[in-house]
């Protein structure tokens, strides 16, 4: 049975993003691994929910080490993911012929990678980490007039939208708005998950308004989102 840990190289960038993750408060526990022998028996012993093993520091060893894991009927159910150092790229597809479930490349993205691991332990990334934020924007269904409300807090995956006009759940939204600090305007679908009524809140921290999940952000406005979250991700 998995447990909820999770194994992964003793490497500074890693250990800081994975430890100051949604993942560390939701009580997840991490076991740094030093040699990939080691990585092997903590997966052998653990069965963690997930393993990220950094070629960075395991060199060629931590592809040796998956292929093993992989063609153990009863370790191969462990997740894992790769991360190739910058001069490393050329091992990309003995990665994946190893069985990687997952490859990654070097400079690391802290956003890619937990977004990653929340695909390979089936978390819906709305359930990831939101950073607090403070901006106008506006909304609209279909072809109704269009709204003002406030983004209260925001990830890769959504928002939550204040407002008095709510929307049944499941109910498609276009949201338009500019993150602070940038000119690019970024327009999207998005989708009711939730809603705060005045009349039965679900979360009290909360004011009026609406839980959203993005639909189809564009590949610039995807990646001006990773920025800007990243950027909060530093200061925080």
């Known amino acids: 049975m998995l447990t909820k840990k999770i194994v992964l190289s003793d490497v500074p960038d890693l250990v800081d993003i994975m430890e100051k993750s949604f993942f560390q408060r939701d009580g997840f526990e991490m076991v740094r691994v030093i040699e990939s022998d080691e990585a092997f028996q903590c997966i052998e012993t653990d069965s963690p929910a997930l393993a990220i093993l950094d070629l960075s520091s395991l060199g060629a060893e931590g592809i040796h080490c998956c292929r093993r894991l992989k063609s153990d009927p009863l370790l191969q159910v462990t997740p894992i993911i790769l991360i190739l150092a910058e001069n490393q790229l050329g091992l990309k597809s003995r990665c994946w012929d190893a069985g990687s479930d997952q490859v990654l490349e070097r400079p690391l993205s802290a956003l890619q990678l937990l977004d990653d691991a929340c ?57 338009e708005f500019t993150l602070p600090g940038y000119t690019m305007p970024i327009g999207c679908l998005a989708r009711v998950a939730w809603i705060n009524h005045p009349e039965w809140v679900n979360k009290n921290n909360l004011p009026s308004g609406m839980g959203v999940e993005f639909l189809d952000l564009s590949g610039t406005a995807e990646i001006a989102l990773q920025n800007f979250l990243g950027q909060l991700m530093k200061i925080d």
């Open 119 to 175: 695909n390979l332990l089936g978390i819906s990334r709305r359930l990831a980490r939101r950073f607090p934020v403070s901006f106008h924007l506006e909304f609209r269904r279909d072809n109704d007039k269009k709204h003002v409300g406030i983004a209260v807090n925001l990830n890769i995956g959504g928002m939550f939208l204040a407002s008095e006009v709510l929307y049944p759940q499941d109910a498609r939204i276009i949201l």
